[in-house]
């Protein structure tokens, strides 16, 4: 069955700029903000006028209400306004200009929102609905031209209004990753509801002084005792598209009774593992997902495979990070095992291994890879990053078989963003590399927990039986 294809026009693009005077200059960035992802990481909020319980916007009155309360909420949250400014070897600075963060209105051929339902879950088994990969929802997203486009020039934040002919619209989110994390993200998109709101911008404000991680500072006289290995991971064997088959996407849900049922799988013999402390609900899921991966791809007994696993070092530095840090404050690290053992043992080995990777990045690990990345003339070998002409700067690309990555936003405030208009009636992301993976909380509010996961379009199936059978076993 054909995938259906999602039209947009772009009716409208500007500047929204702060609507007061703010700080301007250079301001310094950590290592963290320079290395990993670097561009920008999008999110999608859809809004339907009829689940909302308060007076929905029509027409105009939407755009302008956001505009306008993004322009103040930018007053407080002033970096997003800025740009970057290359340094030279990969390093940056925040160059605090006001130039504004993008707002762009748009209109979707598609008239009403019911008729995208089939692509916000994977198809069945049988085939009988398409399946998306996170290329269908790309429209919906403000796009950043990496090609063309000097880093120098990019907004850190894009917006994009896309209106439905069912009256309602999805709001993409587009900000840069050098300059906030999804914690720090979500903090400013829940404040700028606030702002819309009428309520102002309340509770912690923004911390951006980067010297808490010594950003802009140089390297100590110590030598540091970070291991670069830490950066490696198994070669790819097969990257993206090479056999012509493609990718998609699945979005499987475990409720919170299955969630449990998982964890009681992995800590039934803690015993047996070197830890006494139970796995947590994010080891667990991480665990039980590179396990089905491994199955679902067929991987042999002898090869080893990694997951990565993204690390906030907020509370794991010492001393730890203000409340309201607003940066990017995580560092990737990567559990590794032979297929064959992860598959064959119980899945508290797995929960071990991810959770052995984890409690490696502790204060002194982090500070001595801050160190590390101080000592080294260049960082692009670090960034995964677009070089002008389109070219990716990463030599070994992380993502596709055997690898796969699984972020967590579940301790992430993701849902329930309401900018005067009611909640969103469904939050998702675009992806599209093989392995990429996101667990987030259920829309439902019941404990349940979503897991999307993007793989070679011949395994999906294969992935979901294992996902659901396995948890019997």
Same mark, same amino acid.
């Given at each position: 069955?054909?995938m259906?294809k &999602?039209?947009v026009?772009?009716?409208e /693009?500007?500047?929204v700029?702060?609507?007061?005077a703010?700080?301007?200059g250079?301001m310094?960035?950590?290592e963290?903000?320079m290395t990993g992802?670097?561009?920008? $990481?999008?999110?999608? +909020?859809?809004?339907d006028n009829k689940s909302?319980?308060?007076c929905?916007?029509?027409?105009?009155?939407?755009?302008?209400?956001?505009?306008?309360?993004?322009?103040?909420?930018l007053?407080?949250? %002033?970096?997003l306004a800025?740009? &970057?400014h290359p340094?030279?070897?990969?390093?940056?600075e925040?160059?605090?200009?006001?130039?504004? #963060?993008?707002?762009?209105e748009a209109?979707a051929?598609t008239? /009403? &929102?019911?008729?995208?339902?089939?692509?916000?879950?994977g #198809?069945d088994?049988?085939?009988?609905?398409?399946?998306?990969?996170?290329?269908?929802?790309?429209p &919906?997203?403000?796009?950043?031209d +990496?090609?063309s $486009?000097?880093?120098?020039?990019w907004?850190?934040l894009?917006v994009?209004?896309?209106?439905f002919?069912c009256?309602?619209f999805?709001l993409?989110f587009?900000?840069?990753?050098?300059? #906030?994390?999804?914690l720090?993200a979500m903090?400013?998109?829940?404040?700028w509801a606030r702002?819309?709101?009428?309520e102002?911008?309340?509770?912690v404000g923004?911390v951006?002084?980067?010297?808490?991680?010594r950003?802009g500072?140089?390297?100590?006289?110590r030598?540091?005792a970070?291991d670069?290995?830490?950066?490696?991971?198994?070669? $790819?064997?097969l990257?993206?598209?090479?056999?012509?088959i493609?990718?998609?996407a699945?979005?499987?849900?475990?409720?919170k009774t299955? $969630?449990h049922?998982l964890?009681e799988?992995?800590?039934?013999?803690?015993?047996?593992?070197?830890?006494t402390r139970p +796995?947590?609900? %994010?080891?667990?899921?991480? #665990?039980?997902?590179?396990?089905c991966?491994?199955?679902a791809?067929?991987l042999e007994?002898?090869?080893?495979?990694a997951?990565?696993?993204?690390?906030?070092?907020?509370r794991r530095?010492?001393?730890?990070?203000?409340?309201? %840090?607003f940066g990017?404050?995580?560092?990737?690290?990567?559990?590794?095992?032979?297929?064959?053992?992860?598959?064959?043992?119980p899945?508290?080995y797995?929960?071990g291994?991810?959770?052995e990777?984890?409690?490696?990045?502790? /204060?002194?690990?982090?500070w001595?890879?801050?160190? %590390?990345?101080?000592?080294?003339?260049?960082?692009?070998k670090?960034?995964?990053f677009?070089?002008?002409?389109g070219e990716?700067e990463?030599?070994?690309?992380f993502?596709?078989i055997?690898?796969?990555?699984?972020t967590?936003?579940?301790?992430?405030?993701?849902?329930?963003l309401d900018?005067g208009?009611?909640?969103?009636?469904?939050?998702?992301?675009?992806?599209?590399?093989d392995?990429?993976?996101?667990?987030?909380?259920s829309?439902?509010?019941?404990g349940?927990?979503?897991?999307?996961i993007?793989l070679?379009?011949?395994?999906?199936?294969?992935?979901e039986?294992?996902?659901?059978?396995?948890i019997?076993?």
């Open positions: 069955m054909a259906m &999602l039209a026009t772009i009716k /693009s500007s500047l700029k702060p609507a007061e703010t700080w301007t250079r310094p960035l950590s963290f903000d992802t670097i561009t920008h $990481v999008d999110l999608l +909020y859809f809004y909302s319980t308060t929905f916007p029509q027409n105009d009155a939407a755009s302008d209400l956001l505009k306008d309360s993004l322009s103040r909420t007053v407080t949250f %002033y970096p800025g740009r &970057l340094k030279g070897g990969g390093r940056l925040l160059n605090c200009n006001g130039s504004g #963060a993008q707002f762009m209109e051929e008239t /009403s &929102l019911d008729e995208l339902s089939s692509w916000f879950v #198809a088994v049988s085939g009988n609905k398409p399946r998306p990969s996170g290329a269908e929802f790309m &919906l997203v403000p796009a950043v +990496y090609g $486009v000097p880093i120098g020039e907004p850190l894009l994009q209004l896309t209106r002919g009256g309602g999805c993409g587009n900000m840069c990753h050098a300059v #906030a994390d999804g720090a903090h400013f998109f829940h404040e702002v819309a709101r009428g102002g911008v309340g509770g923004p951006f002084d980067r010297r808490v991680l950003g500072q140089p390297p100590l006289a030598q540091p970070f670069p290995a830490q950066f490696d991971h198994p070669p $790819v064997l990257h993206d598209n090479d056999n012509g493609g990718n998609a699945t979005r499987l849900k475990l409720t299955q $969630v049922t964890k799988m992995a800590n039934k013999d803690l015993s047996s593992t070197l830890t +796995y947590t609900t %994010y080891e667990t899921l991480t #665990a039980h997902i590179w396990r991966a491994c199955k791809r067929k007994p002898n090869q080893l495979t997951v990565g696993v993204c690390v906030d070092a907020r530095v010492d001393p730890p990070l203000p409340d309201g %840090y990017d404050a995580v560092i990737d690290v990567k559990a590794t095992g032979l297929s064959g053992d992860l598959v064959a043992r899945l508290g797995a929960a291994r991810v959770r990777a984890t409690e490696k990045a502790d /204060s002194e690990f982090l001595s890879a801050i160190e %590390y990345m101080k000592n080294q003339p260049d960082l692009t670090f960034q995964d677009f070089e002008e002409g990716e990463e030599e070994e690309p993502f596709g055997p690898n796969l990555n699984v967590s936003w579940l301790r992430l405030s993701m849902l329930g900018f208009f009611g909640k969103e009636v469904r939050m998702d992301t675009t992806f599209d590399f392995g990429d993976t996101t667990l987030s909380g829309q439902d509010g019941d349940s927990v979503v897991i999307s993007c070679r379009s011949d395994h999906i199936d294969g992935f039986r294992c996902f659901y059978d396995d019997f076993i």
